[in-house]
């Protein structure tokens, strides 16, 4: 038992270490740096708690699609580390994904417990979708969603292709023909039944 | 007699060692940026970059060349309308235009398709790098670890460590 608790206290403080080293890349905004550190937070760590903080790093590198997916795999791993400012990384990653629906659900959510610099720019952001949201999405918008949906599922990453499905099925439910709305509900109950497979750490 | 006496001492023992776990949780939870310095720096990194998205929103659409090309045949037949032309002339000037179009729209397909390429070899490309960056390290803190396990020969500890 002791063995256990010294092993585990070891990862504990060896995952520690490459958080920090990946906190002082980020604060200096070598990202790719940062990633790397995360990413090996991540693979030592006994919890899913670096899983965040990679996801947060993909959302400053631009890549929306693999933020997502970590996002969701930290949420699986380790729902308890969630808070607001993971939610407001979240929240970019859908807004830069184009989920628009996504990134605003998350935003609202944000409070004040993420500080109040924040909780401001996630009020401006919201803001700022506000009227995109009350508007009808053409055909070819929902056709876009779907496409995205579509690859995600390809590619096997049902988390990512749920969150297609489920912004074409928002969009859809505001029109008044509900456009490809049965197809949406049918790909994201597919991508759900692949999400809820054991995603493996990168 | 001593029988029980042991029963009481690994009893005491038990809920002593309990004590220690759930107060030590306790402790820990107040104390997070001392305990774990690295989660806390992230966490205080996270916070200073989080800004603001750098593009305003706008809906995507998938191409929107036929919508394109249905206007652009309604606008040609709306222009020849009452127009002195002849019909060889308005078939001509239809012609061009057609072989135009279908140039400049094989022209943007090639270069989204290069530029697709492009980003998919970039995209393979970083995953692979970020993988084998952290495969190696890992590699590295776990035969660190491993070391630091063996511990020194002489069965001292370095400083600082207990």
Redesign the interface.
Known sequence: MLFLV??SV???A???????????H??AGRF?E???????????ANDG?PTW?VA?TLV?LK?PD?ALSAFARAEAADPTDRDG?FD??HA?AC??A?L?HCADRLLAVVGDG??P??AE?AR??RG??AS?LT?T??A??I???H?RGQAALRTGDGALAAAYFEEALAWAAARPDGYRREEATEGRARARAKSAHVEPK? | MRTIAQITGLVIFCGAFLGALTGAGSAAEDDVAASRPGRAAAHAALTDGADLPATPPSLPAVSSDGTRRARESAALANGSNGAKRSESAREAESQADQHANVGARLTREEIAKRVAEASIVAAVRSAAADQHAAAAQARATSAKANAKAAGPPSGLHPPGHR
């Open positions: 010294s092993a070891r990862a504990d060896g995952h520690d270490a490459h958080l920090l080293a990946g906190a002082q980020f604060q790719t940062a990633l790397v550190e995360f990413r090996v937070a991540e693979r030592i708690g903080y947060a400053k890549r693999e400012l407001y990384y970019l807004y830069d184009r628009y993420a500080g610099r924040i720019q401006k952001i700022d979708l995109l508007s999405a053409p070819a918008t056709d876009w969603y496409a990168p």
